[in-house]
């Protein structure tokens, strides 16, 4: 099989390619095909996986190339990881959201929907030349705002584009682990895995773990009620006891911009630098002197980045646990998708599909993030309990602002953009709105080209 990354100059891709190569990866792929617009960095990475391949008894034929139409050709699979502006962009997407008071963050509120004005009509193109050049292939997205980007193109790819995110399977897997199940037969044969059953629901960076089953008992209402079971669950200590308790659900990590808006504002602006600086520097640094050792820096860039995740939720000198750090992350969660597509052999995976009848107050083409079953038939999202209150009406509300953005993205309208930064629930102002969109169209040349 063939796996095309778009985005392959990315600082990621050394680890999509470290899961590909493992001796424990549950599907194997021939050719990976690297593609950016950027030779440079095409060549840096390059070097970073040959150096894994020489340590790897299935590592894939490696291909670079700054051609789409050739890496596409032939491709069964397709990740799609980009990031249109590079990491100066998301500079500037959180810093004007924080000059006009406002929440800076990449996905989340006005940053996220900047992000993808940008992002959507490149998007939309690429789907195109996929179902042109690569009618057969799936879409495996994680480009974020994932769930923005992904009901974009499933205009153009239907149900052939899925998009992924690490977060709410890894909050699944760490709740059934602290409640006793076994995830999977040890390799000293410790028994059959533990059945587990969940109710997850939300949107991309947003949702709920409102039920946990195992072996057919309830076992949420006993983990929230103890404090040493909820210390073992970061999103439980980001967002509080007191608070997942009231909720009687575990919420997606990123409910703490949401939740705690002022607290995470204050935070950030009280930093030394946002997180898009931080990146930026880190990895403009990294490409621009990888050293003799390559690896070696990509490896240090590495752990720093993943150890300083989310670093605004915690207290100051509060290091994340050795567990939160680990982990498959996204790559894994793309191969396991990969795995049940091809093979058959089913999984349970939590996606961004299309909503159909699951939540009825939102529009059946909607994206959403639900516990889905997927074999070689495809992707199967199960039903989902009601979701009612203030869930609902924070995802109502999100959704409703996500859909006018992609419409302001496809119809180059600038009042849609303005409708859609003001019903966003971070934006707390129409005048605000107002001037978000136009400083994000004086600063981005694409965005102030797309909107009229």
Known sequence: MKLTIIGGGGFRVPQVFEAVASDEAPVRIDELSLYDVSPERLAIIRVIVERIASEKRFAPRISVTTDLEEALRGTDFVFSAVRVGGTAGRVADERIALELGVLGQETVGPGGLAYALRTIPFMVSLAETIKRVAPDAWVINFTNPAGIVTEAMRGVLGDRVVGICDTPIGLMRRAAAVAGARVSAGPEGRGEPSEVAF????????????????DGVERLPELLASDTSLQRIEEARLLGFDWVRALGALPNEYLYYYSFTREANASIRAADATRGEYLDAQQGEFFANPGADPFESWMRTRHEREASYMAESREEGEEREVEDVAGGGYESVAL???AALSSGRPATMILNVRNGSLVPALPDDAVVEVGCVVDADGVHPWPVAPVEGEMLGLMVQVKSAERLVIEAATRGSRELAWRGFAAHPLVDSVGVARKL?????????????LLR
Do not use: K, P, T
């Open 336 to 338: 396991d998708l990969m």
């Open 199 to 214: 109710d997850y629901v939300g949107l991309n960076h947003l949702g709920w773990l409102r039920s946990l089953r195992v």
């Open 437 to 449: 969109v136009d400083r994000y169209s004086q600063h981005f040349a694409g965005i102030g080209a």
